[in-house]
């Protein structure tokens, strides 16, 4: 054996000593050739040994495979008739089968078990009973049980000297009546509402006697004390009031419309200094006074101061384009100083406003009647 060895380790150098010469470099490490031959056999012993050990595996498998699946379907077929619990198994994806059925592999189908051959197992068999009829009973409702009325019983005591027991003469007579008072006695404020109501109405005297009511409950009631000085000045009866305003300013020295009041009726007097003083102190109290500056160009108009009631007018008519009266007096003086397409504008501005107000509709037709005569000259 050892010749032979050395004859190969022989062999092996001097082709090792060849290829150096061939390529020109050493060779430090060879692999023996016995190292590689063991290595082969040992490979291939392994293959046979595994290929033979899958062989002796698969065929055990296919034999006994079928027994098992005979016997689980033996084990079952007695229970076909049970209801199959809510399980999903594992084995069975939604949408694509099991996994045979997913790869497309026909399983043999086992064929049916013989229970008289089996040893395993006991032979099972599905013994239908009848169904019995069960006679069914007519079914009626119940009426409902009724509860127990309580009853609270109160008892009542008679006054003194009398009995529960009425008698005849107490039945016969009519119930006894309380007398309602039609006219109750009313507040300030209902008053002061019923004298507007009135005076709106034009009815001085009703007006006037709410007004005296509404100041005998509320002496200090200054919207009273100027209301009743309009109905004495719509009354002629200039003095009271003047008397009933200067009440109301004393009451109240901000009450800017009781000034106001106060210069048309110094004016209607003719006291024109105090007028003028009473007016600008309500357009100082209120920049947009719009009696105030209608009663200082009145005032101006009076003692011929014609530009400076025509400058109060417009300051008027800036704060208010609407008010009717204040075109007509622009209107009179623009045709005292011959401005006739400004006095024909502002008489038609009061013509159309009061029309679509409804007032004045006796001047309005003194007003028509002028302007014809102005536009034929």
Not at 207 to 232: F, I, Q, R
Request: hydrophobic content about 35%.
């Amino acid at each position: 054996m050892s010749v032979i060895l050395e004859a190969l380790k022989r062999v092996q150098k001097a082709r090792t000593d060849k290829i150096e010469r061939d390529r020109g470099f050493k060779i430090t490490t060879i692999l023996s050739p016995v190292d590689v031959a063991k290595k082969r056999r040992l490979f291939l012993s392994l293959s046979l040994v595994g290929i033979g050990a899958g062989l002796i595996f698969f065929l055990v498998f296919t034999a006994v495979s079928p027994k098992m699946a005979l016997r689980e379907e033996a084990r079952y077929s007695g229970r076909e008739n049970l209801e199959a619990p809510g399980i999903v198994k594992s084995d069975t994806v939604r949408g694509q089968g099991t996994e045979a059925q997913r790869i497309g592999v026909e399983l043999p189908k086992p064929e049916p078990p013989n229970n008289s051959t089996r040893e395993d197992s006991f032979p099972l068999k599905m013994v239908r009973i009848p169904a019995q009829k069960i006679p069914q009973k007519e079914f009626k409702p119940e009426p409902p049980k009724r509860q127990s009325e309580l009853k609270t019983y109160v008892k009542i005591s008679p006054p003194p000297g009398e009995s529960l027991e009425k008698s005849d003469e107490k039945k016969d007579k009519p119930p006894k009546q309380i007398p309602i008072e039609l006219n109750p006695p009313q507040s300030s404020t209902y008053h002061f509402n019923l004298g507007v109501f009135y005076q709106g109405e034009g009815k001085l005297k009703e007006a006037k006697e709410e007004y005296e009511k509404v100041l005998s409950l509320a002496p200090s009631h200054v919207e009273a004390h100027n209301n009743l000085g309009v109905v004495y000045k719509d009354l002629g009866k200039l003095d009271m009031a003047i008397a009933k305003y200067r009440k109301a300013i004393t009451l109240d020295p901000q009450y800017r419309k009781a000034r106001s009041n106060l210069a048309t009726a110094l004016y209607l007097k003719g006291d024109l200094e105090s007028a003028i003083s009473e007016s600008r102190l309500a357009i100082v109290l209120d920049p947009n006074d719009l009696e105030g500056y209608n009663i200082l160009g009145l005032i101006y108009k009076k003692q011929n101061k014609t530009q400076e009631a025509i400058e109060m007018f417009r300051k008027a008519l800036a704060i208010d384009p609407g008010h009717p009266q204040t075109h007509y007096n622009l209107a009179i003086l623009l045709e005292k100083l011959e401005n006739l397409p400004g006095a024909i504008f502002h008489y038609q501005k009061f013509v159309d406003l009061s029309r679509a107000r409804g007032d004045n509709q006796e001047l309005v037709g003194k007003v028509v009647r002028h302007l014809e005569r102005l536009s034929s000259s």
